[in-house]
């Protein structure tokens, strides 16, 4: 399990506003307590990015990016955002998809993603991987 510092932002990377709101709904169900900022695809987040690097943006904590989005795949937006220099490690990156292809591994892989998830069928399936791969420091930590 992954901890995320609940102070700093999860983006949600994706071109479908219903795949948007499923997510941070799930977010919201879910034992994090970060914010979530919703980006409507690869093009939004390079541009986020970009406003972060230069402190006019919180740095996310989480990047949730879908795979496959128009004009700049989710592929090709993690690459863009590992090139930049303030941003080759972190934040961590998770490539969301349906398909489990290990050909979309491979390239999640590549483009520097860090995690990549495979979205369960059903809400409830999907709040149990989001709190199986990722949790909020306790007090105690």
Known sequence: MIEIDPEKPILVVDDEASDRLIISSILAHSELKNPVTELRGG????????????????????????????????????????????????????????????????????AGADIFLTKPSGVTRFIALINASFRNPGPEN
């Open 43 to 110: 093009e939004e987040l390079v541009a986020y990015m970009e406003r972060a690097a230069r402190g006019d943006a919180a740095h996310p904590a989480l990047i949730l990016v879908d795979i496959n989005m128009p004009a700049i795949s989710g592929f090709g937006a993690v690459a863009r955002l590992r090139s930049m220099e303030a941003f080759q490690r972190e934040p961590l990156v998770a490539m969301l998809t349906s398909s489990d292809a290990a050909a979309d591994q491979l390239e999640a892989n590549r």
